[in-house]
């Protein structure tokens, strides 16, 4: 059996594979299932640029296949057949044509690409600030006067504006679901704006590789009804009064004060160098990345680097009791906004 046709064996399988791989993904970490108004604009020009592609291919493809056969070598005939050089009107015709395709493809994508990058403000418009980390992600909301981290909450149906920075090196901001990528730079603020039209939870990703832990540095977008968000928003403001009810967790608070308050803020109080903690117990990510129960938090605190190398926070594995690190678990947890 010759290679080729053992290879051609493989077929099915790799037919298979390919059709099992593309059950693989996120519903809501496809920029193919757009879910507002600016992943839908773009995914219109992926989609006016790819009809282009298959056009063109095809047109090429039957011209091909005519040209093969029609002028293929019959039997009886001999020697080089009568050489052809030069046709104005055929040179024409393949110059303009893709010059009309360029245009076609030009003009809406400038059209979309200026629309995209409009800034707006005023009353329907909802400003957030983001500051990529080494691997988390920091969203402020300015004219609110609240911070979140790793989970973005947003109003559904109304233009978020972004002002998009780093802390450290360049990261790309990315829900695939509501709009495409821009990247963050260090001392550089960039801008966009994305719109979720129903409520969800859009994944999102880091898109830019950026240290060790760059494909764990996910965040999730959770649009809810305006209405919704004001209840956010009030409850994360009165987070101020909240207070640990048990023994474990109110002894977990003190731990806080003593270890994390210099990095990590809770209602407005404390440091930005981690991620703000005010409704950590509403996450179901601790890290970003590992299921939301008591010991995984206990595991990221004794040693964050094994779970996401290259991170900032130390580890407190051999600073901390365990249980302290319990404790301070079981008060992470109460931490709640909405739950
Ligand atoms: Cu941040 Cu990749």
Redesign the pocket.
Known sequence: MSGWKKASRLLPLFGAVILALTGCGDPYLSALDPKGPVAEAQLSLVMLSFYIMVGVFVVVMVIFTYVLIKFRKRPGQNGVPKQVEGNHKLEIIWTVIPILLLLILAVPTVITTFHLSEKKTGDDVLKVKVT?HQ?WWEFEYPDLGLATGQDLYIPTGKRIEFELTSADVI?SFWVPALAGKTDTNPGQTNHMWMQADQPGVYKGK?A???GPS?AL?DFKVVAVTPFDFKSWADKMKAAVNRQPTTATAQQGAQVFQQNCIGCHAIAGKGGKLGPNLTAFGDRDKVAGILEFKKENIQRWIKSPQEVKPGNKMPSFGGKLSDQDISNLADYLQTLKVIK
């Open positions: 990529a691997f990261h880091c830019e590789l950026c760059h540095m």
